[in-house]
């Protein structure tokens, strides 16, 4: 019996003992940026060796089951290098704070460079798109349209030509959104646009994309009256590796990409490369396109405190394109339906775009960057960078007839050109040349000062655009008359090559000063920053001046601005925050030289914008949420329209012709103001689910009077009734709902919705100088709600990683309008549409090395 015992004895030790081993304890902590602090949701934790392991929540803590002993814990994110952590354990243990430091080169210098903000410090609205994000969810998108499931931000494939896509933050164009990358302005010197299509291989390379909306943090001389959007690409990578990427797509789509990175060597030098070849026919009919991508960057880190780094970036491409709207009744009694192009034709058998429908620019941008870290207080980021934008848009001189199908006929124009022997061509395909030349110099200064941080800098810029009409193809002719040059005999006959129309430049000097004070404790923060400047507009005209007076003279601005803002951390789950701002705004070129002269316009005036902002954030572990409430009132908005004068015909005086002319309009006012909400539901580790609602309401304030000009003579003052009407081209009401689930150790799916309403088709102010158009609101949109599905598999194939990828867009086929032109009774039978993009789908295979 006492043996029975003891035996009994050591068997229950033994599997006490044994239970004890295999006992299991609960790890905690928290995973951060290394450079912000700020909390990385979504990063990994896994045991090493083993599949065991769990990410990130929104506070950026995570709790990971593991057996008791030791065990090698690996951190990782992308964009970071990854971090491993030897642990002995024996109970539930909270191992603090992981530190992770980015796998890029002077990410946190270029962050500051291009006024990159923290979400949970900085008192503005922000959204911030990471690179796994966009590399899940874009697919054959463009590249704008990774933007429409965050607040008041509409976004459209416009005509639907390869990078033709349209971005609107809060209802202002990209003219008034401020477009940052790498911390370098790209809204054109002269007219503040953004052409996407220059930069439609940004994609490839981009490592964060973040939106800014209202008064944004950028302290530059920036047309960022609707929000600031910074674009970071990659910069060199610390570690050596690559990937290889093959994607095919809907209409031929094809993509094709290849980068690598030496990592950073012993002696400081280090090279990263990407590039990546897109190209396909095109969802809309006639929109076949070819685009190329490039990215190299060289740094040499010198020491601690020195590192250089050259980066260049372009995106070489032409496209086919759709440039004009059509009646819903026209595309209905179409055979090609909403996939319609009456902006190409056939010529000899094969597909040719007409006037707005072809395109074509490379504008690659340099920038040698210096980063200095003087001391443990105080940096010193400066950059100098510069541009050569060389490309331009096809045109059409004369007429043409259109084919049974209601296509482009350019084998009747060849036929009739060539029987025109004595006058030559009447009608010539020709392009619309936009070239320039930019160069700048950005340098900011940064030093903390116990809790205050003080930033200084230096914004200088000098621009040169080309603009001039160049023949392409005389359709079958040979020669063409121009008429108009004055500086050259009017019997000239210009070949393929020649300049035609107009040729001029416009001249943009800019030099700004800013300056930015921030106070920073743990529950209050708050900074007022202020900007001065100095831009100035001269224009040549080759074109209607003589030599030794084709220059104007230079016309000077003074623009300036001051904003302010406070946060206020209630809690630790609350906060709030406001923030406001005025500012003095250049008008933009057009706009101070009369109908496309020399002549400066005295009454031109600076735009104002006064906003202000009010907002309130929620953070805990599981649930995020902001919402803000935003009033922008824009002020003396300056407007170039073009309208149809009726003149005399000079080959029969007694008949008449409609010739286009354009008319300034100034002191426009509009009121954008609106709610918007976002929130991050985390249940787990497998499940994150979002969402946004956004109301807004865009409208302009008052009637204006304006002047019709001929050349540089008056022809008319008009009113245009546009009192109360709302500001079309934007969905002012938007909302979304987007779920990603990890079905399985490396299998995710996102499904995404997003709704559009109370939309309004954009107008021309000069069309609505009757009368009977006061009071009359423009069209409005039907509402739509479109479903996107995306899926990743992550797996290893004999040691190498690999992931594939696949999207469908539209998933339902919904038909609905994307943007609208007011028709003459404000309806949807008198207004002309660009029709939105039906199912599309692409699939891709991502090989790391």
Known sequence: MKQFITKLYVLGLFITMSMTAFAQAKVSGTITDSDTNEPLIGATVVVQGTTNGTVTSLDGTFNLKVDNGKCNLVFSYIGYVDQEKSINVNGDENIGTISLKSDAVGLNEVQVLASVVTDRSTPVSISTLPAEVITEKLGSQEYPELLKTTPSIYTSKEGGGFGDATVYVRG???????????????????????????????????????????????????????????????????????????????????????????????????????????????????????????????????????????????????????????????YKHNKYGKRYNSNY?????????????????????????????????????????????????????????????????????????????VDGSQTIVGNSVNNHQWYGLLSTWIKDVNTFKYTLGLDARYYNGEHYREIDDLLGGEFYLDDNFITRDA?????????????????????????????????????????????????????????????????????????????????????????????????????????YTNEINDDVKYEQI??????????STKFNAKVSLYRTNWRDKGLMINYSLEVADP????????????????????????????GTYKPNSRMTLKGMLSFGDYIYQDDVNFALYDGQDLVAQKNAYIKDVHVGNSA????????????????????????????????????????????????????????????????????????????????????????????ANHDDLTSEVYFGFGTTWSGGLKINF
Do not use: C
């Open 491 to 595: 019997n000239e006959k210009l070949v393929e090559g020649d300049k035609y129309s107009y040729h001029n430049d416009g001249n943009v000097l800019y030099t700004g000063l800013f300056g930015q004070v921030e106070y920073i404790q743990s529950k209050f923060t708050s900074f007022l920053s202020a900007a001065l400047s100095r831009k100035s507009y001269r224009r040549v005209d080759y074109y209607q001046y003589m030599p030794g007076n084709q220059k104007s003279e230079w016309k000077d601005f003074l623009p300036w601005n001051v904003k302010a803002g406070v946060s206020y951390k209630l809690t630790e789950n609350h906060s709030i925050y406001a923030n406001g701002g005025y500012i003095k705004r250049t008008p933009y070129f057009s706009n101070v030289f009369l109908n």
């Open 345 to 421: 034709g056939i010529r000899q058998g094969q597909p040719y775009g007409g006037g707005y429908g072809y395109n074509y620019y490379h504008k690659p941008q340099a920038q040698l960057n210096h980063y200095w870290t003087i001391n443990d207080n105080t940096n010193l980021t400066t950059s100098v960078y510069a541009s050569m934008g060389t490309g331009g848009g096809r045109r059409v001189a004369g007429s043409l007839s259109r084919t049974g199908d209601g296509l482009l006929d350019f084998d009747s124009a060849i036929e009739a050109n060539q029987e025109s022997v």
């Open 610 to 619: 006064i906003t202000s902002e009010l907002g309130y954030i929620f953070t």
């Open 732 to 823: 002012q009401t938007t909302g979304s709902v987007s779920l990603d689930y990890k079905i399985m150790e490396g299998l995710k799916l996102g499904v995404d919705y997003v709704y559009y309403g109370k939309h309004y088709a954009d107008f021309d102010p000069e069309n609505r100088s009757a009368l009977t158009d006061s009071g009359v609101d423009a069209w409005e949109l039907p509402e739509v709600g479109l479903v996107d599905l995306n899926f990743n598999y992550k797996f290893t194939i004999g040691g190498i990683k690999a992931t594939l990828y696949g999207n469908v867009n539209n998933v339902f086929n919904t038909e609905y309008i994307s943007k609208a032109e007011d028709g």
């Open 172 to 330: 202002f164009d990209s003219n008034n959104v401020g477009v940052l990358i790498n911390g370098v302005p790209v809204n054109d010197m002269e007219s503040g646009r953004v052409y996407w299509s220059n930069w439609a291989g940004l994609s490839d390379v981009t490592r964060t994309m973040q939106v800014q909306r209202g008064l944004g943090a950028s302290k530059l001389g920036l047309s960022s009256v609707g929000g600031t959007i910074n674009i970071l690409t990659k910069s060199t990578d610390a570690k050596k590796g690559g990937v290889i990427k093959s994607y095919v797509g809907n209409n031929g789509y094809r993509k094709q990409l290849l980068s690598f990175s030496t990592g950073m060597s012993e002696n400081g030098w280090a090279l990263s490369f990407l590039g990546s070849h897109t190209y396909g026919d095109g969802y809309v009919m006639g929109t076949n396109f070819d685009a190329w991508s490039y990215f190299v960057n060289i740094a040499k880190r010198f020491n601690d405190e020195h590192t250089l780094a050259f980066t260049i970036v372009g995106a070489p491409q032409w496209h086919n394109q759709r440039g004009t709207k059509l009646t819903i009744e026209t």
């Open 651 to 678: 080959e029969n005086p007694t008949e008449t012709i409609f010739e286009d002319r354009t008319a300034n309009i100034a002191g426009l006012n509009q009121l954008h103001q609106g709610v918007e909400f976002e």
